[in-house]
């Protein structure tokens, strides 16, 4: 039963590109939530997707936005790049009605931008 | 808004002894739930052990244990018989509801032979 998987592993990019980090929730949930986990950070919730829809928001700008499919798998998006934006992207899924016994986490994206 | 804070940004144990992390938490809410989560090198968030607010017993798992103290919002973690696998950050988080995990900042566990 594969868990949670991110892509890319890692990802370099320059300050003001675009760039789209993928998730695929472990079978069976349904809802994707992303984190933003800086460096010796705890991680930073960023939005959540339930039913394609996204369900709740972090304070983060609008430059963060995301994507759910029908088959529940998830995009987060995030456009002109900042030094900043430099972090472990991680990618939780759950089932809406049990969220409440925790999430799976995959392993991350990597982003650095230079 | 909820937070959740680690004291403590680094521990050092030895292998077969007992360490204990400390959390404490801010909440308005009477019935939510608290998690740790450990993050090794590999970077995958992993769960440790869950406690439901309402439930007086404290969770348990093999050699991790928690101390719930409801009224004094405190959430501390134990691990007896420490081993060189338990080297991590730990991460403790708070949800409630429909809300979505809320995490501190982590404490840095050092398992040493």
């Known amino acids: 039963d594969a868990g949670v998987t991110q892509s890319p592993t890692h990802l370099i990019k320059t300050r003001g590109q675009q760039v789209t980090l993928r998730c695929s929730p472990k079978s069976g949930h349904d809802t994707v939530s992303w984190y933003q986990q800086a460096l010796g950070q705890g991680p930073q919730f960023i939005f959540q997707?339930?039913?394609?829809?996204?369900?709740q928001r972090g304070n983060f700008p609008d430059r963060f936005s995301g994507h759910q499919f029908p088959n529940y798998s998830s995009e987060l998006n995030v456009n002109a790049l900042l030094l900043g934006d430099s972090a472990l992207y991680l990618c939780a899924s759950s089932l809406a009605e049990q969220q409440t016994y925790g999430y799976t986490f995959g392993s991350g994206t990597r982003l650095t931008v230079v | 808004a909820q937070t959740v804070t680690q004291s403590q940004p680094e521990m050092s144990v030895q292998e077969a002894e007992t360490v204990t992390l400390s959390c404490t938490y801010d909440t308005s809410e009477s019935n939510y739930y608290l998690f740790w989560y450990k993050q090794p090198p590999s970077r995958q968030m992993i769960l440790v052990i869950r406690?439901?607010?309402?439930?007086?017993q404290n969770a348990t798992e093999n050699r991790f244990s928690v101390n719930f103290q409801k009224a004094a919002k405190s959430f501390s973690l134990k691990i007896s018989d420490s081993q060189l696998g338990d080297t991590a950050m730990y991460f403790c988080a708070y949800l409630w509801g429909y809300s979505t995990l809320t995490f501190g900042k982590g404490t840095m566990l050092l398992v040493s032979p």
């Open positions: 406690q439901e607010a309402y439930k007086q």
């Open positions: 997707y339930y039913e394609e829809e996204e369900r």
